[in-house]
């Protein structure tokens, strides 16, 4: 019996390490219409990059998915390495949310700005914190106190891309 497992192993391996090392596959032995009709087994060194924008994975902290995304290529079977790109935000996409300001750890009242990214609204929204410039108690409408903000003051020293809309 262990004769026939030794003799089993040698000719797996002899199977495995036959052909060309550094070629993967040869494209000439597949027909064009099985390469065309089964793209993604083949690397495609043209693709003209179908971009698209996903949610952040898991191992990232919640705020790593409220400022990034991923960004990768539809077909990945290209030379697109997927990585890591900032929210972008547009102006006229910004609401700010009624009610009291919000009391944060520094002792300064914020309003909270509910804001969707442009390029994934995977993920359907996230918060940013500006500070009420009244910082009184008695504040009510974050919309009244923030009429007429210049946003790109505000949101000039965040990690987000801004449109210009």
Not at 23 to 38: K, Y
Not at 132 to 155: F, H, M, R, S, V
Request: hydrophobic content about 30%; charged content about 20%.
């Amino acid at each position: 019996m262990k004769k026939l497992l030794i003799l089993f192993c040698l000719f797996s391996i002899l199977l495995c390490s036959c052909g060309k090392a550094d070629e993967v596959l040869d494209l000439s032995a597949f027909h064009e219409n099985f390469r065309t009709e089964h793209g993604a087994l083949f690397d495609n060194a043209s693709c003209e990059h179908d971009l698209r924008y996903r949610n952040m994975p898991d191992p990232l902290s919640d705020d790593d998915v409220t400022v990034y995304h991923e960004v990768s290529c539809y077909y990945g079977n290209c030379d697109f390495e997927t990585h890591l790109e900032p929210h972008t935000v547009s102006y006229s996409n910004i609401q700010v949310q009624n009610g009291n300001p919000k009391l944060k750890e520094n002792g300064c009242l914020y309003h909270r700005l509910v804001v969707q990214c442009e390029y994934c609204r995977v993920y359907p929204y996230f918060y940013i914190y500006v500070l009420c410039p009244n910082q009184d108690t008695a504040c009510k409408g974050g919309k009244e106190c923030l009429a007429g903000a210049d946003w790109e003051e505000i949101l000039c020293d965040t990690p987000y891309v801004i449109s210009y809309d």
